[in-house]
Each structure stands twice: as C-alpha cells, then as structure tokens.
RNA sequence: GGCGGCUUGGCCAAGUGGUAAGGCGACGGCCUGCAAAGCCGUUAUUCUCCAGUUCGAAUCUGGAAGCCGCCUCCA
C-alpha cells in the first residue's frame, strides 16, 4: 500500500514521495496568538498530529515545524485594550494553546518556531526580493510585487485578472497593483519594532511563514498544512515569496482541513457561538473530542453539536468498557499495551491503515476500530474452558490492533479504571452511598426480594447512575 | 461578479466504474429474576433530479434544483 494525499495545488490524490528518501519535511501553520483557541483549532492540530503519528508510524524521519505568529495587529490590539505588551498577550496565549493541545494529547511537533524570533530570517528574505526586483519599499513599508511572479494564483486557482473585478480591496495608491501584499510594515506610534534597512516596523503576515520554513526546513519542503481559508491569500503568498527568492518549488504536497461548524452554523465571532476548546473539554472527553473529530474526512466541513459529542462520547465509553472487561478477563492490560508496540498486527490494523494511506480517511479508518471493538467483546463472550488459548490468543491479536489504531487516532491514553472513576469524581455523586444501595440491592435479591431490589435500582437510576450485574458483582457508572 | 465544494437509510458518515463500510437510533433474539452491558439478526435493489457514455455508474460527461465555503482577519 501506498500512502496518497490529496495535494491543494494539483487538485488530486497523489502517491506520497518525499523529496528526500525516509525523510520528510513537514510545516503547518500554527494560531496567532491573541485568543484562546477554539474548536477549529483544534481539528486543524488534532488533524495534523495525526498526520505526523502516521508518519513517524512508517518509520519516515520526520521534521514537524508548527509556527506561532506572534506578531500581528490583532495581537498589538488586544495588547492596547489589555494595557499589556504585544508580548505579553502572545506569551499568554502561547501558554493557553500548549495547555489545550496538551490536554488534546496532540504530540508536541519537532520545532514550534515563532516569528519574533525568526526577524533577521524575514529582513534576508525581503532584502532578497527587493534586490531581485520582486519587491519594492514604500514609506517604511515593504510591498510584494505579484505581477513579478508569473505563478501567482496556481495554489488557489485564481487569476489576477479575475479577482480584480469584484474584489472587495483597500485601494491603496502607493502600491502598484491592489494585490500586492506587506512584506514588512513600518512602525506606528507605540507599535513594537524591529531595525531594518527601511526603518523601524514589523513584518508583514506572509512572510513568517516563508523565513522559518526555509530556515528550519530548507527551501523546499514536503508538507505544507493549515485550514482551507488559509489558501488564499495566506499561502498563495507565501509561494510568491519562497519561490521568488529561492528559485526552487516551495512545497510539494500542499494539504487543507475543512472547516467546523457549530450546529450547522458557520463559527463566527459575530453570531457569538465560538466554541473554544476550554469549554468544549468541560463537557467531554478529550478523547471523544478527537473521535468526533476524526470521525469525519478532514477536508469536508463537519458539525459540532451535542448528538455528535455524545455519539463520540459514548463510543470512547466503549472502547474502555472493553479495555476494563479484558483487564478484568486477562489483567496486565499494561503488558497488553506493551505489546502493542512490538506485536505483529492483524488484518483489522491492515484495514484501519488502508483507510488511513486514502488521503487520511480516518472515518474510514473508524469502521475498523469499531469491528475490532466487536470481535473482541464477542470473543470474550464466546469463550469456554475448552477454547480458552485459542480465544486468548484471538483477544491478544484484537487488542494489539486497537493499541495501534488508538496511537495514531491519539485515544485509550487511560488506564479504564481510573477513566471511570474520573467519570464519577465528574458527576459529583457520593460514592458510599451509591455503594450501599448496591449493597442493599444484592441484599434484596440475595432473599429473592425482587420488588425491592427494583426499587433501589430506580432510586439509583434517579441519581443518574447505571448499573450492571456481572460474573464477579455489580458494577456502576454514569449514565450519559 | 470570480473560484471551489457538497447533496448516500430516521440521524451522522465512508465509498478510488464491478454491484452500498462503520457509528447512533429503532425493532426482534441470546443472556438476565427483570434490567443494563455485551453479542447475534433485521433496518438503502438504492445513492437530489433529468439525460448521456459504458456490458456495467453513488462513482465518468452534460444539464437542472437545493445547500455551503472562499474572494476581507480567520483553523
């Protein structure tokens, strides 16, 4: 099988050859740090880690930048409302998205550069394109010349021509053409600056991007990622400035998230209903938060709203209930985990990655982890004194398969017990008493007092918890 | 105005010209004192509509309708 990608700038599926044999160089573009992150943040990263787990699964070297632009007029404006420094709103906020990501269980990429550190990178890169002609200083400011790169629009599929005639656009005299784009823009008054040789300023959106990439990656690269609104202009600007200075091909693959929406709504801080990750993760688990997320092709727009939380919710419940039945069956779940990471696979993994190798069709990918799920839980339920090995065995294989499906989805990073008890700490329910009415239960039906025994049962379901007799006593949880 | 995408069962969702994955829900069964959990089975002759190409189309082509995104900061 061979790993395809669908590949922005060609418009297909293309089978995935790095540049450089076993090695690949992969960039995504990070937040810009002046608010917390929300839900769309966290698909495009979920996403990306995925990626890159995949990745370093095929046992491919790879480099993973992800950026912080942490420079910019958002961030200058929440710094002037705040009364605090650019920096220290970026410092914040940096802050926040590592915790968020963390909590996401989002590998922490190789290098997570940010701008302000990468200033000289930026000043070689625009004193390059000036002294090559592609670009011209204006007042302090530094402008692209886009008419100066004849593949301007090849990754958005757009035609200067065309966007000329019903562009909404600053007109701006002191550019040549209405698209030319700030490369470096000069110091107002109380902005934070850096020297250059056009005066104080900062640089300009696009060109980070193309500094720390070339810097810490090289002047071509294999993966270039980040959200579908960052197409146009964000990376067809960035090809403008790459390839211009270096006169070599920016990026081969170029790869898109879609974006999510909030109850068929699009997520806009104008209807107000901008989902950050904060809130979302005091409702649900982190795992099910990355299930839902990957329970959809990562190009198509995917709804965020209760029913689907809940399915993925209730999905990740199954997956440890299984863990904690074969933990129970088996104990060592720890060794079966280990071995996770040395065991063959079986065919259900095979599946799962031919899903995966499709462009990242985790949702494909899914249905195989769902199968596993089955098959386990029907091989426990199956088993007698006289298959015993042979279920072993078959359980060993399931299991190793749904370690390896977890670690490149990113789930099951909890031991099932303290995944449910987590549960119930949540739900704030008193666990002694809880406990005693179980007790009392077993009590009634121990003396045939069946009556009663239902009575305690729905006094229990009253406080939302559900239980369940099994071989070794009643166990409980909550129901969702 | 320009560019792009989407329309698959009650809901969500895969589907790469060869005869519709998976999840949720619902219904029936096994198990259970009864339940729950788990398992088994049933749940789209059909993929928005119309025409065409083909031995064969959800998948390709043309047309229609509906929905959505980008073109401005945005994951």
């Not at 998205?97 to 070689?124: G, N, Q, S, W, Y």
């Not at 700030?182 to 005066?199: D, F, N, S």
């Not at 696979?345 to 494909?364: H, I, Y």
């Not at 009663?452 to 909550?478: C, N, Y």
Request: one cysteine or more; a negative charge.
């Amino acid at each position: 099988m061979a790993l395809r990608i669908y590949n922005t700038l060609s418009g297909q599926k293309e089978e995935f050859q790095p540049i450089e044999e076993g090695e690949v160089k992969m960039y995504v573009c990070g937040p810009t740090v002046y608010d917390s992150c929300h839900i769309g943040h966290a698909r495009s990263v979920v996403f990306f880690d995925v990626v890159y787990r995949y990745l370093k699964g095929l046992g491919l070297d790879v480099t993973y930048a992800r950026n912080f632009t942490d420079i910019d007029d958002k961030i200058i404006n929440r710094a002037g409302k705040l009364g605090v420094t650019a920096k220290a709103v970026a410092e914040k906020y940096i802050d926040e998205f590592h915790a968020d990501m963390d909590a996401l269980h989002v590998k922490r990429p190789d290098l997570a550069p940010k701008a302000t550190e990468h200033i000289d990178d930026i000043i070689a890169i625009i004193q390059r394109l000036i002294d090559k002609g592609k670009a011209y200083p204006v007042d302090g400011d530094v402008y692209f010349r886009v008419t100066s790169f004849e593949g301007y629009g090849k990754l958005s599929g757009r035609k200067l021509e065309d966007m000329e005639a019903g562009a909404r656009i600053d007109v701006d005299d002191r550019k040549e053409n209405p698209f030319d784009f700030a490369l470096w823009k000069a110091q107002k008054p109380g902005e934070p600056a850096w020297e250059c040789p056009w005066g104080m300023g900062r640089p300009g959106w696009h060109i980070e991007c193309s500094a720390m990439s070339s810097r810490l990656l090289g002047e071509t690269i294999d993966i270039h990622g980040g959200g579908k609104d960052l197409i146009f202009p964000h990376h067809e600007n960035e090809i403008a400035q790459s390839e211009s200075a270096f006169d070599a091909p920016f990026v081969k693959y170029w790869m898109h998230n879609g974006f999510v929406n909030i109850n068929a709504e699009k997520m806009s801080k104008s209807l107000g209903n901008t989902t950050m990750i904060q809130d979302v993760l005091k409702n649900y688990h982190s795992e099910a938060v990355r299930l839902f997320l990957l329970s959809h092709h990562y190009r198509s727009p995917i709804d965020y709203n209760e029913q689907a939380m809940k399915e993925a919710a209730g999905n990740i419940d199954k997956l440890y209930a299984l863990l904690r039945r074969i933990a129970e069956e088996f104990g060592n779940l720890g060794i079966l985990r280990l071995q996770a990471f040395n065991n063959k696979s079986g065919e259900l993994f095979k599946e799962f990655c031919a899903g995966v190798e499709d462009d990242f069709n985790t949702a494909r990918g899914t249905a195989a982890l769902f199968e596993a799920l089955r098959a386990a839980n029907r091989a426990i339920d199956e088993m007698t004194s006289e298959n015993a090995f042979e279920s072993k065995v078959e359980i060993d294989i399931l299991l190793v398969d749904i370690f390896k499906m977890a670690g490149i989805l990113g789930i099951l990073h909890e031991n099932p017990y303290s995944y449910f008890d987590a549960k119930k700490e949540r739900a704030g329910v008193d666990e002694d008493r809880v406990a005693a009415l179980i007790q009392g239960r077993a009590d009634a039906r121990k003396e045939k007092n069946f009556q009663r025994a239902d009575e305690i049962r729905d006094e229990l379901t009253a406080m939302g918890v559900a239980i369940e007799d099994g071989a070794s006593g009643t166990t409980w949880k909550m129901m969702e």
